[in-house]
Every structure is written in C-alpha cells, then in structure tokens.
C-alpha cells in the first residue's frame, strides 16, 4: 500500500524559512515524480511544484517560483519542499503526491502539513 | 497557464438524484483530465483519470466524459457517502490546474 507522510509544517514568521518533508512507502519511489499540492483554509486545490523521477527536471507555479525549490532523496525515499521568503498568502495545508508530470494526475495524496504564516 | 471553470459552484441534490458537474478548460487538453472527490478534513481522492477511466475501487455510478475543452462528472444515483467537493484537474502540461471545485450539499 503506498502510505506518503508529510511533516514539517508549522507557524513562521512572513519573510521566514521552512523545510517540509514526505516520506514515501509501498512503491519505488525513484521510479516516479512527485509532487506538492496546495490548499488554503477554506480555498481550492493549487498545484504548486512537481519533479521527475531522477530529479533532474523540477517544475514550479508562477505564484512560488524563486521562493520554494523541490527535491527528493531516493535513499531515503523522501520528498522536501524548501519554503523562503514566505507570506501569509502561503498559508495552506501542504498534500504531497506521488506523480503529477504531464499525462500523470497526482495520486495518492499524503494527510498534509499545515503551514502558517503569520506575525 | 489553462484555466480549468468549473459549474456549480455548489449544488444541492438528494440521496438517489442524477447529479452532473461541468469542467471547461480554456485551451484543449485533449483528455488529461482528472477528477477528485475531498471529504472535510481530508486529502482529495482520485475517481477518474484520462477524462473517463475509472479508478479502481471507485463505485460505477461514478462516470466521466468529454474531451477538448469540456468535461462532465455525473454521479448517475447520489449516495449519502457523495456529499463532498469534487474537483476537475487539467494534466496536460507540467503547469496543472484545478477547477475551483464543486460542493454537493445535501437538499
């Protein structure tokens, strides 16, 4: 069964860092990109960066480009987003994905991480 | 970037009524289109994927067509379980979009 576990989140301050983490189980994780998906309190689904398998291709939306960079580690079957320069419009719950590049929807989805951003 | 409109906004139906929620892109994606179901509190969940292939597990009354820029999801008999949001997603491209989602609300 593939299980995905996102941790990481938490309150920060607007102009802070953060480092969330998934830890995937039940498939070959360097065999499939990998994604994070975005939703705000009480707002709608917004993809926000995808990488591929090897991790030599990452992909972000336009409103995080430059802030939060994508990268995993297959030794230890873990996918990270490096969150910079956060503002409170990042506030969301932070769902990692298995898949997601073009002709693969994400699924499944983790529990998800809540971010915070906030003085 | 595709800008996927989803109708309605909300819709209020009752246990055993045929329900239909329409997705419009605003470029043709061909059929990478997918749909999600998301219960409160929850991570979305895959129903349907390429438009109208049904995951595994996923009740039949479940169903899902179109192609180019204009998707339907029907649920052909509501069931209590169906109150939820339900979200079309484009896959065309490496910059994905979702509908801004659709909430069955009991009547």
């Known amino acids: 069964e593939v299980q995905l576990v996102e941790s990481g989140g938490g309150l920060v301050q607007p102009g802070g860092s953060l480092r969330l983490s998934c830890v995937a189980s039940?498939?070959?994780?360097?065999?499939?990109?990998m994604s994070w998906v975005r939703q705000a309190p009480g707002k709608g689904l917004e993809w926000v960066s995808s990488?591929?398998?090897?991790?030599?291709?990452?992909y972000y939306a336009d409103s995080v480009k430059g802030r939060l960079t994508i990268s995993r580690d297959s030794s230890t079957n873990t996918l990270y987003l490096q969150m910079n320069s956060l503002r409170a419009e990042d506030t969301a719950e932070y769902y990692c994905?298995?898949?997601?590049?073009?002709?693969?929807?994400?699924?499944?989805w983790g529990q998800g991480t809540l971010v915070t951003v906030s003085s | 970037d595709i800008q996927m409109t989803q109708s309605p906004s909300t819709l209020s139906a009752s246990v055993g009524d045929r329900v239909t929620i329409t997705c419009r892109a605003s470029?043709?994606?061909?059929?990478?289109l997918a749909w999600y179901q998301q219960k409160p509190g929850k991570a979305p969940k895959l129903l349907i994927h390429?438009?109208?292939s049904l995951e595994s597990g996923v009740p039949s009354r479940f169903s899902g067509s179109g192609s180019g820029t204009e998707f339907t999801l029907t649920i052909s008999s509501l069931q209590s379980d169906d109150f939820a949001t339900y979200y079309c997603?484009?896959?065309?491209?490496?910059?994905?979009?979702f509908g801004q989602g659709t909430k069955v609300e009991i009547k």
């Open positions: 997603q484009q896959y065309s491209s490496y910059s994905q979009t």
């Open positions: 470029q043709t994606i061909s059929s990478w």
């Open positions: 039940g498939f070959t994780f360097s065999s499939y990109a």
């Open positions: 390429k438009a109208s």
């Open positions: 994905a298995k898949g997601g590049i073009a002709v693969v929807p994400p699924d499944p």
């Open positions: 990488i591929s398998s090897s991790g030599a291709s990452t």
